[in-house]
């Protein structure tokens, strides 16, 4: 018989101790027995116990006070306790303390059985919670960056030492070279990470539409708001909130964003109560916001207030010698993605991937690699795999697949403007004499990015 959980029983009466056991035993649960606390703490030093069923008087303590030393030393153990005398603060104090249930004997051989099935299931599900919590620690923990070169290792030195502060972090660096990931793990090793991590990109929003996912709106606010929404800001009470491209934020919405860290609390758009959050913030950008406060687009007070501690992660070009091993784990995760049997590089494969100058960084050396694998069929990655404008200049390669449609050219001449002003969508509009609301809906609608 396969066995559903372990059972400890604590009770100084040998023929009740039995009489649980043989019942106990019977569903498939694997049963120990103690006659006094020091002699279940023993057990539990030595073996694995999922659920204690313990008596209220014991000749060396209170059950009562043992369920607040098992949820301290083993807070994944459940307690049912049982007395044989109807104690109504005893009862109370016992829940208090973190007892599953508490029972008068007499009353106990019909409902141990079913008592005992919620508490195991309990247990599983808490188990099962924290064998998620510990793949998700490691999925994104700071062992999953990928990189040995020394400006790598020493970027996430720093990480790890301010991930279990609360401070804020700007983090800095070109397009690509991995920001949210380092903000991931910044969470995942923080005193937060049980809480949730919320990201969200400030360059994909209109002004408009970015204060309504952030704060909230109250059914009515606008027109299309037919129901209540709940913001990030919300979502991301008593976690990490991810702030992408935050040069992007308009000058309006800043102003909101610091009340925001300032105060802890926020009023939904369309609401006038507050909402009270606790929040830790990380944020990120590609731009120089010194520059941008110089140039009073970007508020002085919210860049204080954000860049508390800033890191600044190194470009692909700064860590060429990881460009091998960040290749090779783009090859297993797209080969396996993809149901093929691809293993490893070519030399000269290699070589080509270290002459790039790398704009794109990891994004693009990332979007490089999948193409290659997609065009591969033999087990190992040759230059004849990397696709026809690799090998071309850059200027050439981007409008290489320009068509003389009007919705290409157009397509086209905004992301040229978008990078000649570095994303500045307010500069952008300026430049090609249209409304920000219409560039934002010609990026949405041609996909573009600020890639």
Not at 106 to 121: C, F, H, S, T
Request: charged letters at 25%; glycine letters at 6%.
């Amino acid at each position: 018989m396969l066995l559903n959980g372990q059972i400890l029983i604590i009770d100084d009466e040998q023929k009740l101790r039995s009489l649980f056991n043989r019942i106990i035993s019977l569903e498939g649960y694997s049963v120990a027995e103690a006659h006094d606390l020091l002699s279940a703490k023993k057990i539990l030093q030595r073996q694995q116990v999922d659920v204690i069923i313990c008596d209220v008087r014991l000749p060396d303590g209170s059950g009562v006070e043992f369920v607040k030393y098992i949820k301290m030393q083993y807070p994944a153990i459940e307690m049912i306790l049982f007395t044989a005398f109807v104690d109504i603060a005893d009862g109370i104090q016992a829940m208090k303390n973190g007892a599953f249930d508490y029972v008068i004997k007499g009353n106990d051989n019909d409902k141990i059985i079913p008592l005992l099935g919620k508490a195991i299931e309990k247990v599983r599900l808490q188990k099962r919670l924290s064998k998620l919590e510990k793949e998700i620690k490691m999925a994104y923990g700071f062992d999953n960056i990928i990189g040995r070169s020394p400006l790598v290792m020493q970027t996430i030195s720093v990480a790890k030492k301010i991930a279990p502060s609360d401070v804020s972090v700007l983090l800095l660096g070109e397009t690509g070279t991995g920001k949210e990931l380092f903000a991931r793990a910044i969470h995942s090793h923080s005193n937060r990470a049980d809480k949730p991590f919320v990201a969200i990109n400030c360059s994909a929003f209109s002004k408009s539409l970015l204060e309504s996912e952030l704060f909230g709106h109250k059914a009515g606010a606008f027109t299309g708001a037919i129901k209540d929404k709940v913001g990030l800001l919300e979502e991301a009470h008593g976690g990490t909130l991810f702030l992408d491209e935050i040069g992007e934020m308009n000058i309006d919405l800043q102003a909101k964003l610091l009340r925001v860290l300032e105060q802890n609390e926020f009023i939904k758009v369309g609401d006038t109560k507050s909402v009270t959050i606790d929040i830790r913030v990380i944020s990120a950008t590609n731009r120089n916001l010194y520059q941008e406060v110089q140039a009073g687009s970007f508020r002085e007070d919210l860049f204080y207030r954000l860049n508390v501690f800033s890191i600044r992660l190194p470009s692909l070009l700064e860590r060429k010698g990881d460009i091998p091993v960040l290749a090779k784990y783009f090859v297993e995760v797209f080969s396996k993605k993809m149901n093929k049997n691809i293993h490893g590089m070519s030399n000269s494969f290699i070589e080509k991937l270290q002459a790039r100058n790398w704009r794109g960084n990891i994004r693009e050396l990332k979007n490089i690699i999948e193409r290659a694998v997609i065009m591969c069929d033999e087990p190992f990655l040759g230059e004849e795999h990397l696709s026809t404008d690799f090998h071309m200049p850059l200027e050439y390669a981007a409008s290489i697949d320009n068509a003389l449609d009007l919705e290409s050219m157009e397509r086209q001449h905004i992301h040229k403007i978008l990078h000649l002003t570095k994303g500045n969508k307010m500069e952008a509009a300026r430049l090609l004499k249209i409304g920000v609301a219409t560039l934002y809906r010609k990026i949405t609608a041609y996909r573009i990015t600020n890639n």
